[in-house]
């Protein structure tokens, strides 16, 4: 049985732990209450991590969409926080592959996005970067995968306040279920790693 650590999983985070067999995976749930302040500059989340006992994989759902938002707030939010979060995991579990989670625009050159979400998406660009890094680096010191996916428009944002337009899609908009599949093939795929895989209706090419 893998143990499976799901950190911030939020909605679609509990939509895709349905899709789990019980028989087969133990997922552990660290909440925002568990996993603590991430929007805090000084954010450490060692304390939470200490009280896993077991990490096969840490899928890490957290993050902020905010329009408008200031550019420290996004990469603390997006970027720093998850960091930190998946490198105090790999200290304690060397071993346990990484999940993170970007967004189909991390393609697209600063000048070309909507002034609205530039800070969120840079903030996400700035992840990627790290999650190829230390695919690279940890990979080669202990085998660790370090993989993520990038969504394009799941679900509709609960708030009206930071809504945008899902734009364009070459086909049906993903789902849960498509983002659930996404993490099964990361999870069950051992020579796959320092990946990106776009869970986005072809977003990412338009």
């Not at 680096?137 to 930071?162: C, D, F, M, Q, Y």
Request: hydrophobic share 40%.
């Amino acid at each position: 049985m893998k143990t499976l650590v799901f950190v911030g999983p939020g909605r679609i985070g509990e939509a895709v732990r349905t899709s789990f067999d019980p028989k087969d995976f133990q997922i552990t749930v660290l909440s925002r209450r568990e996993y603590g302040d991430f929007l805090s500059p000084d954010y450490v989340p060692e304390t939470a991590i200490e009280t896993l006992t077991a990490c096969d994989a840490l899928i890490c759902f957290v993050g902020l969409f905010e329009l408008n938002a200031p550019e420290a707030r996004m990469r603390q939010a997006n970027d720093t926080a998850i960091r930190r979060i998946a490198e105090a995991t790999h200290r304690r579990f060397p071993t346990a592959q990484i999940i993170t989670f970007l967004d189909a625009r991390i393609h697209r050159a600063p000048e070309t996005l909507p002034e609205a979400v530039r800070a969120y998406v840079q903030s996400k660009q700035s992840l990627t970067q790290w999650t190829l890094e230390k695919a690279l680096e940890w990979g080669r010191t202990s085998g660790t995968r370090v993989n993520a996916i990038a969504p394009g428009p799941v679900l509709p944002p609960p708030n009206k306040t930071h809504s945008e337009k899902a734009g364009d899609c070459l086909t049906p908009r993903p789902t849960p279920a498509d983002i659930a599949a996404a993490l099964h093939f990361l999870l069950e795929t051992p020579s796959v790693t320092g990946q990106i895989l776009y869970v986005a209706a072809g977003q990412q090419l338009l």
